[in-house]
């Protein structure tokens, strides 16, 4: 698992994604190829704002074995400023988590490995002051 978190490196810790200069499309995680243009347009790295509002959540109650002191915790769709949607961990209160509320990206600890303890950093997504 290490080495994939060392090839998702530019996505996880610095929340770059890909442009299509032909459509302007933007996505996340980055792509070789526009779905929309094929093989028309170029795609080229964007630094994303990771501001946003939830687009929608669920909060899990029967986490996978990596995340069960974390439970139950939210994870949800993210509609960012530059039009892209991104999944992401929610670092809110259960009863304050809302569709349309305002987030931006913060860089946490996601999970820690287990006897190996290695600890693997990324972005959640925190509530903003309106």
């Given at each position: 698992?290490?080495?994939?978190?060392?090839?998702?490196?530019?996505?996880?810790?610095?929340?770059?994604g890909k442009k299509c200069t032909t459509c302007g499309k933007v996505y996340f995680p980055s792509?070789?190829?526009?779905?929309?243009?094929?093989?028309?347009?170029?795609m080229e790295d964007i630094q994303l704002s990771g501001k946003g509002i939830v687009y929608t959540y669920s909060i899990v109650r029967a986490p996978p074995k990596d995340f069960q002191k974390e439970s139950p915790y939210i994870v949800g769709i993210i509609a960012l400023?530059?039009?892209?949607?991104?999944?992401?961990?929610?670092d809110c209160d259960l009863d304050k988590?809302?569709?349309?509320?305002?987030?931006?990206?913060?860089?946490?600890?996601?999970?820690?490995?287990?006897?190996?303890?290695?600890?693997?950093?990324?972005?959640?997504?925190?509530?903003?002051?309106?």
């Open positions: 698992m290490v080495v994939r978190t060392w090839r998702h490196m530019q996505e996880r810790y610095n929340l770059i792509r070789k190829v526009c779905p929309e243009c094929r093989r028309k347009g170029e400023e530059e039009g892209t949607k991104i999944t992401g961990q929610i988590i809302e569709i349309g509320m305002p987030v931006q990206t913060e860089f946490r600890k996601i999970k820690e490995d287990g006897k190996s303890g290695v600890i693997s950093y990324g972005y959640k997504f925190v509530p903003t002051v309106h």
